[in-house]
């Protein structure tokens, strides 16, 4: 029996339904793997050969045609080294979310995963078939147990390969981000330890994916609990884990433990992914920005640059006679900062244009908000007229807090093809911005010292449709994260006019939601298909 087998983690980010694509990266770090590293085994997440979540593809006989194809060429084409890979699978049951190990062209064993989520952004009940048996392999001289994401979250799969004889137990996984995952996966991984006591190799995908960013963080256990390696936060890479055999079985050896990201870091590290991911693998050349001056098209300039680099983004300032001076010197900083190109496009005559246009229908009425989304509305039409001349793909900046309540324009400034803050709280905007300028400050302090407006009309700030941001956002998150009903918030201390009137816009709202660009999900409940609500609906609007 050997005494040493070396795991090799690879944390890679596939392409959704690039299966060849997805296949040429397992060859070449297969090959790394092997080579530069020695590995006996190479680890890949998750449906590394599809990527995460390949949604209704799953239901097409050609893409599965091209996924049973493909799988059998790598085993045709991968030697020297044994492979646990994620991939679906048809079976006479039905198709399978698998974990299949193979070496030198022969297959040694296929799993199933037993626990299909269908909370949050998953859905694994819609296409596939549980499986309900374990799978033990031997590489090496150890007896290697596979698991596959959600079936390290309950009891059961993990003791069951124990007691099949596992003395290695390897979980694979596309695990999305949020600000309080990696607390959570560790506890959860603990947990199964105390079931199944075998060393623990848990291999996770990097990368984003529409709404869903996966953070990376693979890491080893040994079956006292103990941490010995841990790779990057939102790194690529190939990452061994050393684990030799004594007398009280197999144990990993001592590796590099990557540091834990604290929460405004690790947060930061998710938008800046998906939004490079979002735009470099939908083909886009780069990203165009409203910069109004304020906070939140500030931080998602800085966003922008650190995804894509100063030269891939364009922002555009279109002022009216509402437009501050502050602002101007504001979103002129921010941009020279930067280091972008920062146009400015004025929109009075345009909005003039419009009002004389409507001015016999609107006859006899007052001004009233109609006119001030006319401006965000010219806004958003200049923004697209840019973005189809030049192709780079227009960043909404609102965040979770305008989102929640509806305090945006539908097809003003929720226009957009991607909206990296939309799951950001406006208090947590602030933080974000902190931290930002930590790593170099190209945030002006006016801006954070400023009280937040829309510049709509004249002297208008958010606080006079909204109750402060530090009450706002306390509600939303008890409500909408936390689905507290109005009874117990209020009992937080939380006035109950304002729970009140601030759930009733929540739920008003959900159909400009349902318009809305897609966007980062960092919370456990995100807007999205994270959280699914009736847009008709006769709860909560009292």
Known sequence: MANEIRVVMA??????GDVEGNAAAVVESAARARDELGGDVVVFPELMLTGYPPDDLLLRDDFMDSVERTLESLRERIHGIAVVLGTPLRSPAGLRNAAVVFADGAEQGRYFKQQLPTYGVFDDKRY???????????IRGCRIGVTVCEDLWHPGPAAAAHRAGAE???NINASPFDRHKWRAREQVLRARLAEAPVPLVYVNMSGGHDEVVYDGGSCAFNRDGELTVRAPQFELGLYPVTLQAGDGGWRSRAGTIAAELDAEASVYEALVWGVRDYIDKNGFPGALIG????MDSALTAAIAVDALGPDRVHTIMM?????SELSHTDATAVAENLGIRYDVVAIEDIFEAFRGALGPLFEGRPEDITEENLQSRTRGTLLMAVSNKFGKLVLATGNKSEMAVGYATLYGDMVGGFSPLKDVLKTEVYDLA???????AVIPESIFTKAPTAELRPDQKDSDSLPEYHVLDAIIEAYVEKDQSVASIVSEGYDAGDVERVIRMIHKNEYKRRQAPPGVKVTARAFGRDRRYPITSGFGRG
């Not at 002022?319 to 437009?323: D, S």
């Open 291 to 294: 910069l109004s001056g304020g």
């Open 434 to 440: 902190r931290y930002r300028n930590t790593l170099g």
């Open 11 to 16: 944390q890679l980010n596939p392409l959704v």
């Open 168 to 170: 290695l137990l390897i």
């Open 128 to 138: 596939f078939t549980p499986g309900d048996t374990s799978l033990v392999v031997e």
């Open 319 to 323: 002022p009216t006679r509402y437009t």
